[in-house]
């Protein structure tokens, strides 16, 4: 079992470009959920997809959208990039409901220049 | 709003020591409290966690303490070692049923143990 598995591992922009970042879920998980974890600072949740679905969103701009595909892969696009983007993106997958048994990816390491 | 607020910032201990590291919370809504552990460059790991019904929980090394009343919960790394030298996340979260839940993460506490 791969676990979650993110690409890219890192990734450089600039201000005002447009990023992509994708991620795979646990084999047999169909939620997927986005954190952005800043350098010295704990996790904080983007948003959460179930069924194709967006079904929570933290406290980020409309600059943060995202995507889940029909075999529970999901994709984080931020547009408009800013400095303050620059961050550890990460991806966490469960089961329907099954908070306790969240695995997290490695992220995606994002700077903006 | 930081709505889980973890202490210390940093924290240094020889090993065999007794590591100890404090959250505390607001919203009364929150019904499970997870530990996890980060590497540099891995996502964080599952520790241990609680639910608000029982007091402590203890899974080898680790014990999770929590006070309903005060609000308050903490981690307990027993007979420290090196290879436990880590970051550390408290997190809270409130579940509205389905897959509708979020994990609030407190700012984190890096542990370091000598040998």
């Known amino acids: 079992d791969a676990g979650v598995t993110q690409s890219p591992t890192h990734l450089i922009k600039t201000r005002g470009q447009q990023v992509t970042l994708r991620c795979s879920p646990k084999s047999g998980h169909d939620t997927v959920s986005w954190y952005q974890q800043a350098l010295g600072q704990g996790p904080q949740f983007i948003f959460q997809?179930?069924?194709?679905?967006?079904?929570q969103r933290g406290n980020f701009p409309d600059r943060f959208s995202g995507h889940q595909f029909p075999n529970y892969s999901s994709e984080l696009n931020v547009n408009a990039l800013l400095l303050g983007d620059s961050a550890l993106y990460l991806c966490?997958?469960?089961?329907?409901?099954?908070?306790?048994?969240?695995?997290f990816g490695s992220g995606t390491q994002l700077s903006v220049l | 709003q930081q709505q889980v607020k973890q202490s210390p910032q940093s924290l240094i201990v020889q090993k065999g020591g007794i590591s100890i590291i404090n959250c505390a919370y607001e919203?009364?809504?929150?019904?499970?409290f997870p530990w996890y552990q980060q590497f540099p460059g891995k996502g964080p790991a599952l520790l241990i966690a609680?639910?608000?019904?029982?007091s402590e929980k203890k899974e080898g090394r680790f014990t999770i303490s929590f006070n309903k009343s005060a609000k308050q919960f903490s981690l307990h790394i027993m007979d420290s070692q090196p290879g436990d030298s880590a970051t550390y996340f408290c997190?809270?979260?409130?579940?509205?049923?389905?897959?509708?839940?979020?994990?609030?993460f407190g700012k984190g506490t890096l542990l370091t143990v000598n040998p």
């Open positions: 997190a809270a979260s409130s579940y509205s049923g389905g897959s509708n839940y979020k994990l609030t």
């Open positions: 919203n009364t809504a929150f019904d499970y």
């Open positions: 997809y179930y069924e194709e679905e967006e079904r």
């Open positions: 609680i639910r608000p019904d029982v």
């Open positions: 966490a997958s469960s089961l329907t409901g099954a908070r306790e048994k969240l695995f």
